[in-house]
């Protein structure tokens, strides 16, 4: 069974420009949720998605946003990057209540 | 707010040596408890689980957690451990009889087992 998987691996970007990460939800998943590791921050919550719809949000700003495709896939997009943003950004996927599967993760660096 | 409070942030040991990890929450109502583990470049793994039922459950690789109401804890541990086991491993917490996707997780543990 395919793990859930993200890209890119790495993204590099400046203050005040956009970034958009992609994740594939493990076949059958059909919540994709999404978490931020900033160092000496642990795991935040950011998004969760299901079934097409934001089902919940995190205490973050308007400019994280996101979206799930009719495929359970799922973006998640950062405006006006902010040179505290550089992290790394999480997505998992679940089948209802079960646990969750994390991919690798994407590491996004803000110069 | 819940919240999840992992006592010790780094902890070193001996392979052989024995685990124990403190988790405590902060919900009042029904909860779903978990330990995840990553290993050095890897993704986050779940290691075990507790919904309901027996609160002492097993997870993989001769882990368990005690689950205790009372005290609002959900401790790890492991008998002896292995260099293999170095890791960073988190505690994190679903509370509410529904599923609101808000998987609230610790600050982590970093385990270190020395040769």
């Known amino acids: 069974e395919a793990g859930v998987t993200q890209s890119p691996t790495h993204l590099i970007k400046t203050r005040g420009q956009q970034a958009t990460l992609r994740c594939s939800p493990i076949?059958?998943?059909?919540?994709v949720y999404w978490y931020q590791q900033a160092l000496g921050l642990g795991l935040q919550f950011l998004l969760w998605?299901?079934?097409?719809?934001?089902?919940n949000r995190g205490n973050f700003p308007p400019r994280f946003s996101g979206r799930q495709f009719p495929n359970y896939s799922s973006e998640l997009n950062v405006n006006a990057l902010e040179l505290e943003d550089s992290a790394l950004y999480l997505c998992?996927?679940?089948?209802?209540?079960?646990?969750?599967?994390f991919g690798n993760g994407t590491r996004l660096t803000v110069t | 707010a819940q919240s999840v409070s992992q006592h010790n942030h780094h902890v070193i040991l001996s392979e052989a040596a024995s685990l124990e990890l403190g988790c405590n929450y902060s919900?009042?109502?029904?909860?779903?408890l978990f330990w995840y583990v990553q290993y050095p470049g890897q993704h986050l793994q779940l290691l075990l689980k507790?919904?309901?039922?027996?609160?002492l459950v097993k997870g993989i690789k001769g882990f368990e957690a005690e689950f205790i109401k009372s005290k609002f804890s959900f401790n790890l541990r492991k008998p002896s451990v292995q260099w293999s086991d170095t890791a960073e491993y988190f505690c994190?917490?679903?509370?509410?009889?529904?599923?609101?996707?808000?998987?609230?997780f610790g600050q982590g543990t970093t385990l270190q087992v020395k040769p």
């Open positions: 994190a917490v679903v509370g509410g009889s529904s599923n609101t996707g808000k998987l609230i």
């Open positions: 919900y009042g109502g029904t909860v779903n």
């Open positions: 076949s059958g998943h059909t919540s």
């Open positions: 998605y299901d079934e097409g719809e934001e089902r």
């Open positions: 507790y919904f309901s039922g027996d609160p």
């Open positions: 998992a996927s679940s089948q209802q209540v079960s646990p969750l599967h």
